[in-house]
């Protein structure tokens, strides 16, 4: 199988589930990696760019549910 | 507040001050003080020129006419520029290719605004003084996708030179009131963990950066440039019953293929009955045909392309 770069990027399609992060106030549901998203996330997050996002890019340039923390932090 | 596609994942700089600078910067462009470009960049071709760059066009476009528009207001200018020089590939034949097929088929797909085409300047562009600590885990990735792309530049100077004005141009340009948007597939997300670092080292050094943004499509994990070695060529798209149906193939690991194809597969249904698909295909089939086409489509060559397409005749 030529996996290219996909088998670069975390949780795409090993099944793996990855953990979604909490803010309070806010409903979270949970969901599980196997399909073609790095994550499922039921929130959409207020960002300082007057939009709203399910998904930020991290540090590290992972794709991860968005976490109004982050932005708070980068402020 | 509108909300971004669930197939992207916001990238923004996590530098406080390019942060903030960022968020001014959206909100200028949103009152018509900042012009809004998109860059895409293409890498070097890898095996082939493969039909899924239509499909890939498709959902860009529909990208380019969601959510940039949501988050940053009009699109001016879309600016696609080949990284091959950079990664150490001057095989500008390939290169016009890939920037004409994609272009064109941003146009096949319905995007309007101009586009201009561009090369990497194959030189290095950023100080070497410029001290960035990456993490080991983004470092091993840069370098296991250096291998498997075949670029021979090294791995950690291409990533940084990434920011370069000839690449996405974060660095380059304080007075040029531009707002610039990245638009990738996820291995995009990765080169810009390189990306804000770099940025946060140029403004510590009192470089000039500009503020930018970028939308990285998730599920997209295979750039469109690095075909697999089964993926259909473009000029199969001229029997497109038989184009959709390889590219199924290439994406079904039931017979080997690779997955993270499947979405651009889908998408490619969505445009193959669309005017101008067949003149394309015939368009970039060599390299000749390909400048050709990019000169004489209203696409805006920038200077570097230029001098190298004369060179090419």
Same mark, same amino acid.
């Given at each position: 199988m030529d996996n290219s770069f996909g088998s670069l990027l975390p949780n795409q399609s090993d099944g793996q589930t990855t953990p979604l992060r909490s803010s309070p106030g806010l409903s979270v549901a949970s969901g599980t990696g196997t399909g073609s998203l790095p994550a499922l996330a039921s929130q959409t997050v207020a960002t300082p760019f007057g939009i709203f996002t399910r998904f930020i890019v991290d540090e590290d340039g992972d794709i991860v549910p968005a976490d109004p923390g982050k932005f708070e932090v980068a402020r | 507040m509108k909300v971004l596609s669930d197939s992207v994942g916001l990238a923004c700089p996590w530098d406080p001050r390019d942060f903030s600078a960022t968020v001014r910067a959206v909100q200028q462009a949103h009152r018509g003080e900042r012009i809004v470009e998109v860059r895409l960049g293409v890498g070097p071709l890898r095996h082939h020129l493969p039909a899924r760059v239509l499909g890939h066009a498709a959902i860009v476009a529909g990208i380019l006419q969601s959510d940039v528009i949501a988050i940053a207001g009009p699109l001016r200018r879309l600016w696609l520029f080949s990284s091959a020089p950079k990664a150490g590939n001057h095989e500008i034949g390939s290169a016009v290719r890939a920037l004409g097929a994609l272009a064109g088929a941003l146009r096949v797909a319905g995007i309007t605004s101009p586009i201009v085409l561009e090369l990497a300047d194959a030189a290095q562009e950023i100080p070497a003084n410029l001290e960035v600590a990456l993490p080991p885990k983004l470092i091993a990735w840069l370098d296991r996708a250096a291998a498997l792309s075949g670029n021979t530049a090294p791995a950690i100077w291409y990533a940084r030179e990434h920011v370069a004005l000839s690449m996405f141009a974060d660095l380059g340009g304080e007075d040029d009131l531009v707002l610039r948007i990245t638009v990738g597939s996820a291995p995009?997300?990765?080169?810009?963990? *390189? $990306?804000? $670092?770099?940025? &946060? /080292? /140029? +403004? &510590?050094?009192?470089?000039?950066?500009?503020? &930018?943004? /970028?939308?990285? +499509?998730? /599920? +997209?994990? *295979?750039?469109?440039?690095? &075909?697999?070695?089964?993926e259909p060529e473009l000029g199969v798209m001229k029997s497109p019953t038989a184009a959709i149906a390889a590219l199924d193939r290439a994406a079904n690991p039931k017979y080997g293929g690779n997955f993270g194809l499947v979405p651009e597969a889908r998408a490619l249904r969505r445009i193959v009955n669309f005017a101008g698909v067949s003149e394309l295909v015939d368009a970039v089939a060599d390299a000749k045909s390909a400048e050709r086409y990019v000169r004489q489509s209203g696409f805006v060559i920038a200077p570097r392309l230029d001098s190298a397409l004369k060179r090419l005749l």
């Open positions: - | 995009e997300g990765k080169f810009w963990g *390189v $990306r804000w $670092r770099v940025r &946060a /080292a /140029a +403004l &510590a050094h009192g470089l000039p950066v500009t503020p &930018a943004l /970028a939308l990285i +499509l998730k /599920a +997209l994990r *295979v750039p469109w440039y690095n &075909a697999t070695s089964t």
